[in-house]
């Protein structure tokens, strides 16, 4: 299987970032722990915008 060089967390729909007493954390909403952005996990479920781009990149079909 290809490797997708956009699959970590920072691209995927439940990374979020929290800010707060001068520290910046970065967590998992769907699996409610703590993360980092280069992370990789198996449950990844990208956004939108990386969705259309990885469209775009993908090789097109001949179909006749």
Do not use: I
């Amino acid at each position: 299987m290809k490797e997708n060089r956009y699959h970590c967390c920072a691209t995927c729909e439940h990374f979020r970032v929290e800010k707060g007493d001068g520290k910046t954390s970065y967590r998992c909403a769907r699996l409610t722990y703590e993360t980092k952005p280069h992370y990789r996990f198996n449950c990844w479920s990208p956004k939108e915008q990386v969705r259309r781009r990885m469209e775009q990149e993908a090789p097109q079909s001949d179909e006749d």
